[in-house]
Nanobody, 129 residues
Framework: QVQVVESGGGLVQAGGSLRLSCTAS????????MGWFRQAPGKEREGVSC????????YYADSVKGRFTISRDNAKNTLYLQMNSLKPEDTAMYYC??????????????????????WGQGTQVTVSS
């Protein structure tokens, strides 16, 4: 059973930075694409960024391109999201999950494989103006 635990969120002023972490278990982490998703109040959950199993390729939503950097440490089963130049519109609950990841598209792997369908509790990011 896949389990993920996100951490690193918080309250930051616009222009500030945060680094999110996600530790995953119950899957072969070093064979899995992984991604970050976010959900703001009243909005649907959206894909933010994903990275292929070996870190060789990544996808970023247009809204975060140039500001966020995704990375992973397969030895630690951990996924990261470095968020710089944060904007109030980045305020959301951030989640990580297994992802199908291409350079121009990402989606939740759990939509195709129920064994990978798992969400953590998320980590709240709040950016004040």
């Amino acid at each position: 059973q896949v389990q993920v635990v996100e951490s690193g969120g918080g309250l930051v002023q616009a222009g500030g930075s945060l680094r999110l972490s996600c530790t995953a278990s119950g899957l072969t982490f070093d064979e899995a694409g992984m991604g970050w998703f976010r959900q703001a109040p009243g909005k649907e959950r959206e894909g933010v960024s994903c990275i292929t199993w070996n870190g060789g390729s990544a996808y970023y939503a247009d809204s975060v391109k140039g500001r966020f950097t995704i990375s992973r440490d397969n030895a630690k089963n951990t996924l990261y999201l470095q968020m710089n130049s944060l904007k109030p519109e980045d305020t959301a609950m951030y989640y990580c999950a297994a992802a199908v990841c291409g350079t121009t598209i990402m989606y939740r792997a759990g939509a195709l494989d129920a064994k990978l369908d798992a969400w953590g509790q998320g980590t709240q990011v709040t950016v004040s103006s």
